[in-house]
């Protein structure tokens, strides 16, 4: 979850090859799967140290003090693990583990990100508590194995019942590591093959070294110095010189910053103090520094608490959803910190001969800054066609990016490359508005009511892709993602081959 350094590498030459490169955009699956296995785990964990209390406590015995860990016979099992180290620490683990996780699900995430972030930074916590829970010596280890090895005799042990037994335990009915020979009367060792050793002194056993540290030093310290880098880097506040009210609770904020460098598809963090003290939150960036000029922009909904603060902060008054063009509103900016760029799958558009990319609703802001690189400033890259989809649910949503298709559009018509950019448009919730204005008839032409026939059309695109690579990539509810993958899997006719890429924040 280093984003600096997975930045890095996936921008650096040193990661050439592409499936490296989508394997990168991978971290946050994988961090999400370690936590998971380390929930199942810890739970096998905790269930296997309380049988060991019931244990421990039920078959006390003063000939193995040093490897019991109850004080004395039928002790209470909850005295056992909240009175002493690693069972109190091993509580809090727990506890500190159920909050990261459930805080962790989607529906908190996207109600109060607050609650989120606070309790996922709790793992700093867990750490520590960890380090603490392994130097309690519960684990411990015979040092003396060849003066005393595993089923050894002691000839110096008091007999009981023709068993010997040593003399502070001699009144117990058992010893449980001999058994008694029938013929002879005489003790064997157990599981000794019949071959007796003698034991010159008692056991002896020491706790194991606690070697929990050099498994998370290394991790921690490349976290805290990557973390110690973001804080430099994103110290100087940004200037925001605009932000723009669009419809269906939609604000665009436009800023500049000294020596800010970014690539299309890439996103940001923003963190406004006055909004939350600690609280980041990611964001695409849909405008992109060029040469010429050093804006970079980028597109919010407002959903949950962060985001309302956010607007409050940034609108005087707000009243979108009433308006279908955009409305500036100028007045004295909150102070706004930005952390990144970092590297995203979207970033892979432009390294595709053929892309498509499919966005649903607000999806649409990584592939924007693509667009907006395509019509402002045309780098050599190796795209050659590029289909995109666009499904929302209000046609007002339509209007956040339609003067940019339809620039586009008119700046590849009067190059001679109409078919470069396919466009396709798609209402899935029709309340009898059925056109996006007359401003934009380019876009009208390009409207369809309902909901995509993915199969019809990756089979188009095959069709005029004979045996091309062709990138995938979505930005959507998961539906939409889980279709786009079954199909980017399936074989074709054509010799076309599909690469599905998913957008996610790292």
């Not at 700093?124 to 089923?151: C, D, R, W």
């Not at 004295?332 to 498509?356: A, W």
Request: proline share 6%; glycine share 6%.
């Amino acid at each position: 979850m280093c984003r600096s350094p997975l930045a890095f590498l996936r921008g650096s030459e040193k990661v050439g090859n592409r499936k490296t490169r989508r394997l990168l955009d991978k971290s946050k699956s994988f961090h999400a799967t370690c936590g998971i296995t380390i929930c199942a785990f810890s739970a096998v964990h905790v269930a296997a140290h309380m049988v060991n209390a019931l244990s421990f406590s039920a078959n006390y015995s003063e000939s193995f003090q040093s490897l019991n860990a109850a004080r004395y016979q039928n002790e209470d099992p909850r005295k056992i693990i909240f009175t002493t180290v690693p069972g109190l620490t091993g509580v809090l683990m727990v506890l500190v583990l159920f909050l990261m996780c459930t805080a962790s699900t989607y529906s908190i995430r996207v109600s109060s990100y607050d609650i989120f972030l606070y309790t996922h930074n709790l793992f700093f916590i867990f750490y520590l508590l960890l380090m603490i829970h392994v130097s309690g010596g519960v684990l411990k280890y015979q040092t003396n194995l060849e003066a005393h090895p595993p089923g050894c005799f002691m000839p110096n042990r008091t007999i009981q019942n023709g068993i010997p037994v040593p003399p502070d335990v001699a009144g117990l009915p058992k010893y449980a590591p001999l058994l008694l020979s029938e013929r002879f009367k005489e003790p064997k060792p157990f599981l000794n093959n019949n071959t007796r050793k003698i034991c010159t002194e008692e056991p002896k056993f020491q706790p194991h070294f606690p070697e929990i540290w050099l498994w998370i030093s290394g991790p921690m310290c490349l976290y805290c110095a990557e973390r110690l880098y973001r804080y430099i880097r994103s110290t100087r506040p940004v200037t925001i010189t605009s932000v723009t009210s669009h419809p269906c609770n939609v604000i665009e904020v436009r800023m500049t910053k000294e020596n800010f460098n970014a690539k299309p598809g890439q996103y940001i963090t923003l963190h406004c103090p006055r909004v939350s003290a600690l609280d980041n939150h990611p964001f695409s960036l849909t405008m992109c520094p060029t040469e010429t000029k050093e804006i970079f922009g980028i597109h919010l909904k407002v959903v949950g608490d962060w985001t309302e603060r956010f607007q409050d902060l940034l609108l005087s008054h707000s009243n979108q959803g009433t308006e279908i063009l955009p409305i500036q509103r100028q007045r004295r900016y909150p102070t706004l910190y930005v952390d990144g760029p970092f590297g995203s799958p979207s970033e892979e558009v432009l390294n595709y001969e053929v892309s498509l990319c499919v966005a649903g609703g607000i999806g649409v802001t990584p592939f924007a800054s693509i667009l907006n690189q395509l019509l402002e400033a045309w780098r050599p890259h190796r795209l050659r066609r590029l289909y995109f989809v666009w499904i929302c649910r209000d046609i007002r949503s339509f209007h956040w990016f339609a003067d940019l298709l339809c620039m586009l559009h008119s700046k590849l018509w009067k190059e001679n490359r109409p078919d470069y950019l396919n466009i396709q448009l798609y209402l899935s919730q029709s309340n009898g508005i059925q056109d996006i204005g007359a401003k934009y008839q380019m876009l009208n032409s390009r409207l369809f009511i309902g909901r995509p026939q993915w199969k019809l059309l990756f089979d188009e695109i095959a069709k005029y892709n004979r045996k091309k690579t062709v990138g995938v990539f979505c930005c959507g509810p998961n539906e939409i993602s889980k279709n786009l993958h079954k199909l980017s899997n399936r074989s074709n006719s054509f010799g076309t081959r599909f690469e599905y890429n998913k957008e996610s924040f790292s």
